[in-house]
């Protein structure tokens, strides 16, 4: 149980372009969704935190107009990388958590983003 | 906010030794403690977690230890194998608001064969 997919798993772009990556929790319902960000051999930055049916909760130094993130439902996030350029190259990963207290966060794969 | 150290930054040990990992946190209100392990371009997978009402929890060879008073938490490998080669990230979250978790810096563990 607890299973998290995160698509697409490896992105390719110009510079310029924006890219959506889609976090879905495929066995259970998730209210909240975080993005994360990681840099090689880094440890995991906290981006934001994306709430079911209300705006995201961005932490310090995250531009919000730049990652855009959108919580539809209980089961998907998305986060979109606007005008995206190669400083924005990075390791993507999202988690969720089950509704209710005391649940672990579970991970996607991840999505390494190369911005040509 | 939130701050967690984690020490060692690397961790090489004999195949069958222990490894020790540790970490503090700063807020006292965290009262939820995940450690994840993560292989090279992979997920990092929860192995063991610890809340605050609990002084220690073990699951096979993996535990972890909790000393609240001094906002310290430790993760216990024992019988390490090679396929525990991987890095692990401590966290510290509180069961409140939003569960964001603030990670450790994390440890590269070689288990040499």
């Known amino acids: 149980g607890a299973v998290v997919s995160q698509h697409p798993s490896r992105v390719i772009c110009k510079s310029g372009t924006s890219v959506k990556i889609e976090c879905r929790s495929l066995?259970?319902?998730?209210?909240?969704m975080f993005w994360y960000r990681q840099f090689p051999k880094k440890s995991l930055m906290l981006m934001a935190t994306?709430?079911?049916?209300?705006?995201?909760?961005?932490e310090q130094g995250v531009e919000k107009d730049k990652f855009l993130i959108n919580h539809a439902s209980l089961t998907l996030s998305t986060l979109t990388v606007t005008s995206a350029h190669p400083e924005d190259s990075s390791f993507y990963i999202c988690s969720a958590r089950d509704t209710g207290s005391n649940q672990p966060q579970h991970f996607g794969d991840g999505t390494r983003l190369s911005i040509l | 906010g939130e701050n967690v150290e984690q020490h060692p930054s690397t961790l090489s040990v004999q195949e069958g030794d222990s490894a020790v990992i540790k970490c503090t946190y700063s807020d006292s209100a965290s009262n939820y403690f995940p450690w994840y392990k993560q292989e090279l371009g992979k997920r990092p997978q929860l192995i063991i977690d610890i809340r605050s009402n609990v002084g220690e929890k073990k699951d096979q060879r993996i535990a972890v230890t909790l000393n609240k008073t001094a906002k310290h938490f430790s993760l216990h490998i024992t019988e390490t194998q090679p396929e525990d080669s991987a890095v692990y990230f401590c966290?510290?979250?509180?069961?409140?608001?939003?569960?964001?978790?603030?990670f450790g810096t994390g440890t590269r563990l070689k288990v040499l064969a």
């Open positions: 066995d259970f319902q998730a209210t909240t």
């Open positions: 966290a510290a979250s509180t069961a409140s608001g939003t569960y964001k978790y603030i």
């Open positions: 994306s709430n079911e049916g209300s705006k995201a909760t961005y």
